[in-house]
């Protein structure tokens, strides 16, 4: 092998770019000529392709977001697509890639591979830290953190005031991320995907909480979270919203609603999201010279290993509910 490429693709995360940087320089160690694709699939449907030097990667490390920049494209999900993309990269005579992003970008290479014969490396970018074969994803740390930091300034305002606040996360399948932002910042409750909470218990928790002179809450619910509503929803409407205005007619208490959204992806990684990102992004060009192909980089155990994607993409990761049930008994 002689060049490859690397792309980012689906939603950024903190950490994109420290992995873009080890893994070109450890392929320009290697001998390998790295081109870079600009916006994911698509630039490389459209050959938005530039030859990168070590240079090309210098002072990206501490930066969020990715500089390759990403996007959504309907046109790779088809086949014709993804004939378009595999005929640019034969064009460039690229014999591999490497894919930074989560399940969706997962499916896109996978889909490349089986239909076009195109080697590729996956390197977990996500935020929501979804995918089985690895115990973190690049991004997932610096966005937890960002939020503990949007809660702690938050509940300066809630003791002052005397309210609950209600504060909605990015995870709509899977709510591992909400989960530990809520047991590291010390949340009242935690509403999540995986386990179907009714809005009426929290209340009943809010209501005990204010008997015994506890006047401000953080209530931290994912986005995915559907809830077991005794009235009539819009379905237009913020789940969030929702549980606010439940709450405030249940309980009485005054409340408020924050939602986080976007703000949670950007932002300069963190210490752990460069280290991991810089052992997939290396190891992913190892995995190429090797001859693999259709495999996924983690890290397992605090040991890096590699997975199969068509199992990765046929699983599903299991959070640990015992966390969930240790925030509900630090919480009293």
Not at 266 to 282: F, H, N
Not at 296 to 305: S, Y
Request: include cysteine.
């Amino acid at each position: 092998m002689k060049k490859i490429a690397v792309l980012t693709s689906g939603g950024d995360a903190p950490g994109m770019n420290a992995a873009i940087r080890a893994a070109v320089r450890t392929a320009i160690y290697n001998g390998l000529e790295v081109v870079g694709v600009r916006r994911g699939f698509a630039g490389l449907i459209e050959g938005d392709f530039f030859l990168m030097e070590t240079g090309s990667v210098s002072d990206i490390m501490q930066k969020g977001g990715t500089f390759l920049l990403s996007a959504r494209c309907d046109e790779f999900l088809e086949p014709e697509g993804r004939k378009k993309a595999a005929d640019q990269l034969k064009k460039h005579s690229i014999e591999g890639l490497i894919v930074i992003g989560g399940d969706g970008s997962l499916r896109g290479a996978e889909s490349l591979y089986r239909e076009q014969g195109i080697a590729y490396i996956s390197v977990p970018g996500t935020i929501d830290n979804d995918l089985p074969g690895t115990d973190y994803t690049i991004g997932f740390d610096t966005a937890m953190n960002t939020i503990i930091e949007a809660i702690n300034k938050v509940r300066d305002t809630a003791t002052s005031h005397e309210r609950t606040f209600i504060i909605e996360t990015m995870g709509r399948t899977s709510g591992y991320l909400t989960m530990m932002a809520g047991l590291a910042s010390g949340a009242d409750a935690v509403l999540i995907p995986e386990n179907k909470a009714d809005i009426e218990e929290v209340c009943q928790i809010l209501i005990e909480r204010q008997k015994h002179g506890r006047l401000h809450n953080i209530v931290l619910v994912a986005e995915g979270y559907k809830g077991n509503f005794r009235t009539n929803r819009d379905l237009t409407e913020s789940t969030a919203f929702l549980i606010g205005k439940e709450i405030a007619r249940k309980t009485g208490q005054d409340t408020r609603v924050i939602i986080l959204g976007h703000l949670q992806r950007g932002g300069s990684p963190t210490a752990m999201d460069r280290i991991l990102a810089s052992k997939l992004g290396a190891k992913a060009v190892e995995l190429l010279l090797d001859g693999k192909s259709s495999r996924m980089v983690g890290i397992v155990g605090n040991k890096i290993q590699d997975s199969s994607v068509e199992d990765i993409l046929n699983g599903k990761k299991e959070i640990d509910l015992d966390l969930y049930k240790l925030n509900e008994v630090l919480s009293i």
